[in-house]
């Protein structure tokens, strides 16, 4: 199991009293899994991603990103574990307007403390599996709102992480090309065995991932596959 929150509460002040955004949560994210959250704008899609990140700390409950309980880790053991254990893809692709493609993913190893000749390798290779070995040279004006999208996904997976999250990564492209970036996101998951979590408003996305799972006021549910219904067999009378 690569990511798991279990009973995961969370509030925010609100005034005089508290707001719940995330009420028990549990999910369990084993490798090679992608999973879909989807949820009404207030649900607690982000708190999720946030929590699952270890960028806020939870009121009550765990998490535990490849095999390790974060509750007990310091700021430095917990940095060194969003370094090397978790990728973020963000809504917008924030990359930075001077260095090209591949100078935006050896940053990452760089920060990781890894060799540069090593990661300028492994930053091409990268950048040839979302489709950009051409592009490789470019800086962010120069690429299209997809580009972007599938550079901003390779740079997340610069430093091999265990978990991936990924918040609405479809939300600037077009249909098809969101669709593209989605099935990208899902064979990488199968391929390289992450435990991937995708937040989406885009419900026509939702065939291509192993799972999904519904918020609405903070609890979370997770929906059976589509089809899931129709496609099972009726029992034999025999
Ligand atoms: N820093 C904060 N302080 C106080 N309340 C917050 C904070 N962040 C989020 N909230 C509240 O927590 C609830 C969940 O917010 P969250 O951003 O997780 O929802 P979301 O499902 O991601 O929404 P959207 O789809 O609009 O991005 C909302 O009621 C929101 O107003």
Known sequence: MNLSLTDITLTY?????RL??????SLEVPAGTVVAVVGPSGSG???????????????SGSVTV??????TLGPGALAELRRNHIGVVFQQPNLLPSLTAAEQLQVMAHLAGRRPRHARRRALELLDTVGLSQQADRRPHQLSGGQ????????ALMNEPSVLLVDEPTSALDQER??????LLVNLTHER??????????????RAVDRTAEVHDGRLAE?????????RRAPTTT
């Open 13 to 17: 002040p609100d005034g005089t009293g």
């Open 20 to 25: 719940t955004a995330l009420d028990q949560v």
């Open 45 to 59: 899609k982000s708190s999720l991603l946030a929590v699952a990140a270890t960028l806020i700390t939870p009121d």
């Open 66 to 71: 490849a095999g390790r309980e974060t509750r």
């Open 148 to 155: 972007r999208q599938r550079v901003n996904i390779a740079r």
């Open 178 to 183: 969101g669709a593209a970036v989605m099935n």
């Open 193 to 206: 065995c992450t435990a991937t979590v995708v937040v989406t408003h885009d419900r026509s996305h939702l």
């Open 223 to 231: 929906l059976p596959p589509p089809g899931g219904l129709i496609s």
